[in-house]
């Protein structure tokens, strides 16, 4: 990876023309394997694709396409282009997809077959076709795209609903690669397994970015699926793998042969809370270190993660080189000392250019160049983050400040119990009250009243439980996160 490059185009271009990378495996999917001088064709190829179809340099184009090698190629391509990268989520409706076009001004959408009619619903000045037939396309690389241009637009949605997008420069990518790339000592040896969404901040940049740079194998996998994960593993033999905690729990009912998990050096997780009790379950069953992580969108990817082989379970480790985490009093420039709760805030060169279709509220998300999270913690004298909540999660009775965190972590010791998520239920005398909602695991007898039970001897008496309900399973977000928000509207259904 060069040392000082123009763009995050030019640091690939570079490294994927070295002479040690030319002929190792970049990408293998299904029973196609492709080496770093046969990536490189493709993805310059599909930029001369774009370049020719009339894409322009800083045209926000829109990926929605399955899941494939193809698509992989689709991203590269139009960032060689000089394109920004706007991903879509699969199954996107049209009204939806309509909505985000225009939010942030996309000029150009890439699809397959399986989004044609979608797509050409949509209006727009340009429309490109995956093209099948890659030796027809002229080559290309915009080498006169900089640092500062845009390269990659993720979208989110605010407390409105509406879309909005986060920008994110060629600096912020390699400056997320960076930090990545020092703290797992990632190299040309490793091969990471990938069944991660490639619309997800982490998909992208840890997963195809980071390993791409440095010339590592990307074993590229269909979308998860937990009983298919021992066959990856026997068939690929990774060094790295990634997940979310829902991912890594239900993998804890398939069985992996020693030679599967003989050259993993470590999982890594990140995108949500993980309890202590999964995180352990979690290693014993992988035999290798968990490496918990924490970021957001608006600062890239990744600010925080445990080094591999000095991981602190509980934790979301230590400072990214290169990075800046603090934490504040909320709402104001208050450094707290070590050990204090408080807001924890982002500020360095993966700080996101802003976002695109954003309200005025969204827009005061970073103040004063720090980038004010919402989620709470502190840190130690060794420089270890431990996440205590989120400001908007805090359950407040009667006055106290309760960490559905805390109570969490107990619950999910109890034998019985394979996933669990609290949230604040409105009451009317107390203001809110703390709900369970509890998954029990396969065969698992556990009885609301012996959740109550550990949960009232082992936290104060403020944390407890209103309630305990049952569920098969707890909604998720498309990436797997437990979605709180429709947690929280079970919680009123349930009184």
């Given at each position: ?407 969490e972590n107990v619950i999910a010791e109890i034998e019985g119990v394979r996933a669990c998520c609290v949230v604040g239920r409105k009451d009317a005398d107390l203001g809110e009250v703390p709900v369970a909602f509890v998954v029990r695991a396969d065969n698992g007898v556990i009885t609301e009243q012996e959740v109550l039970q550990a949960v009232a001897e082992r936290l104060p008496r403020a944390c407890r439980l209103a309630s305990v309900i049952f569920l098969d ?23």
């Amino acid at each position: 990876m060069s040392d000082n490059p123009s763009s995050f185009t030019q640091a690939c271009h570079d490294a994927w023309r070295s002479d040690e990378q030319t002929r190792s495996t970049a990408l293998v999917s299904n029973d196609v394997s492709l080496t770093y001088a046969q990536l490189q064709e493709r993805v310059s190829g599909f930029a001369g694709t774009l370049r020719a179809a009339g894409v322009g340099q800083g045209d926000r184009v829109a990926i929605a396409m399955e899941r494939s090698l193809d698509a992989v190629i689709a991203v590269f391509g139009t960032i060689f282009a000089g394109g920004c990268l706007c991903p879509l989520e699969p199954r996107l409706a049209g009204e939806e997809i309509g909505r985000r076009f225009a939010a942030v001004g996309v000029a150009a959408v890439v699809f397959d077959e399986a989004n044609w009619d979608v797509m050409h619903s949509q209006e727009l000045p340009k429309r490109v076709r995956i093209p099948f037939g890659w030796d027809r396309d002229p080559a290309f690389v915009d080498t006169d795209v900089g640092l500062d241009d845009a390269a990659l637009l993720l979208f989110t949605s605010g407390s409105t609903g509406n879309p909005k997008g986060v920008l994110l420069s060629h600096s912020n990518l390699l400056a997320n690669a960076h930090g990545v790339i020092a703290r797992t000592e990632l190299s040309a040896a490793d091969r990471l397994l990938h069944v991660m969404p490639i619309y997800h901040t982490n998909g992208l940049n840890n997963q195809l970015f980071s390993p791409f740079l440095v010339g590592a194998t990307v074993c590229f996998a269909g979308r998860f699926s937990a009983r298919e994960m021992p066959a990856l593993m026997a068939r690929h033999r990774p060094t790295i793998v990634t997940g979310v905690p829902t991912m890594y729990s239900r993998m804890l009912d398939e069985e992996f042969s020693p030679d599967s998990l003989g050259e993993l050096r470590f999982a890594r997780c990140g995108s949500a809370p993980i309890t202590e009790e999964l995180h352990r379950r979690v290693e014993e069953k992988l035999r290798c270190p968990l490496v918990v992580s924490y970021g957001l969108s608006e600062a890239t990817c990744t600010s925080l993660m445990n080094p591999p082989d000095r991981r602190k379970i509980g934790t979301v480790g230590t400072v990214l080189p290169g990075q800046i985490v603090k934490i504040m009093r909320s709402r104001l420039n208050e450094e707290l000392a070590t050990g204090q709760d408080g807001e924890i805030v982002i500020g360095g060169p993966a700080l996101m250019m802003g976002y695109l279709g954003a309200d005025p509220e969204a827009d005061r998300a970073i103040t004063d160049g720090w980038l004010r999270t919402g989620d709470l913690g502190h840190f130690n004298d060794e420089g270890y983050l431990t996440i205590t909540g989120r400001i908007k999660d805090v359950i407040i009775r009667g006055g106290e400040n309760i960490s559905p965190g805390m109570i969490e972590n107990v619950i999910a010791e109890i034998e019985g119990v394979r996933a669990c998520c609290v949230v604040g239920r409105k009451d009317a005398d107390l203001g809110e009250v703390p709900v369970a909602f509890v998954v029990r695991a396969d065969n698992g007898v556990i009885t609301e009243q012996e959740v109550l039970q550990a949960v009232a001897e082992r936290l104060p008496r403020a944390c407890r439980l209103a309630s305990v309900i049952f569920l098969d399973a707890l909604p998720e977000t498309a990436i797997g996160k437990v979605d709180r928000k429709q947690v929280v509207a079970l919680s009123e259904r349930t009184v």
